[in-house]
């Protein structure tokens, strides 16, 4: 049997007196493969991202994800909290209590894996957003995340640094077995993953193949 990642079977979730925004969805991705999740602004991408996080509770239906979980999102500005980079890197740790050899350690690694690790002492407000969003990155692999939700991670970057993320997240799926969900609205980014969703108001309308869907999506844009 196929070891998951992700699996979600009959998920329903609505805002507090609103409609169902997430309608019986049900989806799974194989451990070690990145999936990306695709559909209109208002389609519920980033409430279902939440619920996989456990940052929201479903109303009814089951969610199995691999843990731990490293969240990143649209805009690095709203993550980063520290004012160097190796110390944003290693607040993600602060609750595992770890002696701080195995955090200075964890810290280079993950830096390291990002292609940052020579920005490590360095002040993250004068870093691109591309820099800024590999941090957030490496944050989670200090964690040991074994599910990255990247939730519209290039939507604010130039389209150099948009490919640049997506094939370092693509390396990382490769390379430590980590499970990765992609929100994006870029079509070119689907040359990068082993499958995509397609969200419709709540509803998953389609799914599998990339290139498949990239040319359905093409189509819709014409
Ligand atoms: N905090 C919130 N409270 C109430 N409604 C919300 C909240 N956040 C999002 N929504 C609504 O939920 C629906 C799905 O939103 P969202 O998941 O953000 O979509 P997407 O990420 O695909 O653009 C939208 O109709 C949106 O207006
Ligand atoms: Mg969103």
Known sequence: MVELGIKVKDLNFRWANGDFVIKSCSLEIPKGELWMLLGTNGSGKSTLLRLLAGLLAPESGYIQVLHPVGFVFQNPDHQLVMPTVGADVAFGLVE????ITIVRARVQEALKEVNLLSLQKRPIYGLSGGQKQRIAIAGALARQCKLLLLDEPTALLDPDSQIQLVKSVRQLVDKQEITALWVTHRLDELDYCDGAFLLEKGLLV?????????KRLMRLRE
């Open 206 to 214: 389609d799914r599998g193949e990339p290139k498949r869907l990239k």
């Open 96 to 99: 595992e209590k770890l002696p």
